[in-house]
């Protein structure tokens, strides 16, 4: 159906952003009230929080007992690369990427930490790897959810369960939306600031057993930055583990956390979080299918992203441009939205082919998107029609 004219109803909210994202619905700076502020995260006050933050993010995703969880410096980046450093080097290493921020965990490896042996696997943005080629008896480093081409992991199937290397994987845009089989994980990190739209600037790093034991017997030959140091004469320093940071994080964002918790906690849980996130990818499905003029980047449902929902224009008119032109047009689409008020930040990523990436987290309200869409078709023939013109 062609959108001409402008829709009716807008987006309540506009805020589709890959990171940070939506806050909570209902959010406002009242839920920071009780943060401690002014006082020592070292104080009974501050520890009992930081305290409070991992063990209900152990509550809300099922992280076995005996997973050792750490708030870390540096957001989701902080985390990866903090085990990346700490565990690398003792066997040879895969490295699996199929978008920008898996690539830039391969570039860490290959061309920071230059590993004497490793392997890189990278699939063209929409597909995803061969993981019969990976050898789970390497240490393996993979990004559950590629948040640039709207690419998942479909379950953890191709991880066999006595593999001899550790699998690291970068979860930040999949916790809290989708299931994390923690058997098969070994090391998993995300951000506060993707499914549950708290703040950035602190990860959280989570440790499976096996990597324990790899932190405990095996020391890499590169010198490690404090921040990264997860232990101390050979032991891990479990303080980390228990709200005892490395160094000072800050109350204000820990509060937020707190509070975005508490909400997926009183909505019921991982599960009411991942069926909201599924909703709202089946809200732009739904229109996808009604709408010749736009596909998912992702073909094939089973590895399509229920957070991070890449789109591409399948218009024959569109795609006939030349590359620079797709990109150009997409672009002038997600302004339209933009300075209609109707969806901040939808652009495609900077790496990813053209198109519009919308969020479509927990936070966001599935009324929202429906709202959206008919908003992308009015800009969609918007935008097309000054190519018309232009021509
Ligand atoms: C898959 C993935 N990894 C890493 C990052 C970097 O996260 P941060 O900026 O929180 O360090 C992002 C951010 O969007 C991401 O989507």
């Given amino acids: 159906m062609t959108q001409n004219s402008k829709?009716?109803?807008?987006?309540?909210n506009p805020r589709f952003s890959s990171g940070p994202c939506a806050k909570r619905p209902g959010w406002s700076l009242e839920a920071l009230k009780d943060a401690a502020l002014g006082r020592s995260h070292r104080a009974k006050v501050g520890k009992t929080k930081l305290a409070r933050?991992?063990?209900?993010?152990r509550d809300l995703l099922n992280v076995p007992a005996d997973y050792r969880i750490g708030i870390v410096p540096a957001s989701d980046t902080g985390a990866v690369e903090m085990a990346m450093w700490s565990l690398l080097g003792e066997r040879g290493t895969d490295v699996v990427a199929w978008e920008s921020f898996g690539a830039g965990w391969v570039s860490?490896?290959?061309k920071q930490l230059k590993l004497a042996d490793v392997r890189t696997f990278e699939a063209a943005y929409g597909e995803?790897?061969?993981f019969a080629e990976v050898d789970f008896d390497r240490d393996v480093v993979f990004t559950w959810n590629g948040t640039t081409s709207g690419v998942k992991m479909p379950n953890g199937d191709a991880i066999p369960?006595?593999?001899?290397g550790l699998t690291i994987c970068d979860a930040t845009s999949a916790a809290f939306a989708q299931d994390l089989p923690w058997d098969k994980l070994d090391v998993v990190t995300f951000s506060w600031q993707k499914v549950m739209g708290g703040e950035a600037a602190h990860g959280m790093l989570i440790l499976g057993p096996r990597a324990v034991e790899r932190l405990e017997s095996y020391t890499p030959s590169w010198p490690l930055p404090k921040i990264f140091r997860m232990t101390k004469g050979g032991k891990l320093i479990e303080g980390i583990f228990k709200g005892e940071t490395i160094n000072t994080p800050s109350m204000l964002c820990v509060e937020d956390y707190l509070d975005a918790l508490a909400w997926g906690k009183r909505i019921g849980g991982l599960e009411a979080l991942k069926a909201r996130s599924e909703a709202n990818l089946q809200a732009v499905e739904t229109y996808v299918e009604a709408n010749g003029f736009l596909g998912f980047l992702a073909a094939d449902k089973a590895i399509r992203s229920n957070t991070s929902v890449c789109?591409?224009?399948t218009d024959p008119d569109v795609t006939a441009l030349s590359a620079d032109e797709q990109?150009?047009?997409a672009k002038g689409v997600a302004k339209r939205l933009e300075d209609e008020g109707v969806a901040l930040d939808v652009g495609a990523y900077r790496d990813a082919?053209?198109?519009l990436r919308i969020w479509c987290g927990a936070t966001v309200e599935t009324a929202d998107v429906e709202a959206l869409m008919p908003w992308v078709g009015w800009a969609f023939e918007a935008q097309k029609a000054s190519l018309r013109m232009a021509a």
């Fill in 7 to 12: 829709p009716g109803t807008r987006p309540a």
């Fill in 53 to 57: 933050a991992i063990d209900e993010t």
């Fill in 108 to 110: 860490d490896a290959v």
């Fill in 128 to 130: 995803i790897v061969d």
């Fill in 161 to 164: 369960s006595d593999r001899k």
């Fill in 311 to 313: 789109l591409q224009f």
């Fill in 327 to 329: 990109a150009a047009f």
């Fill in 353 to 355: 082919p053209p198109g």
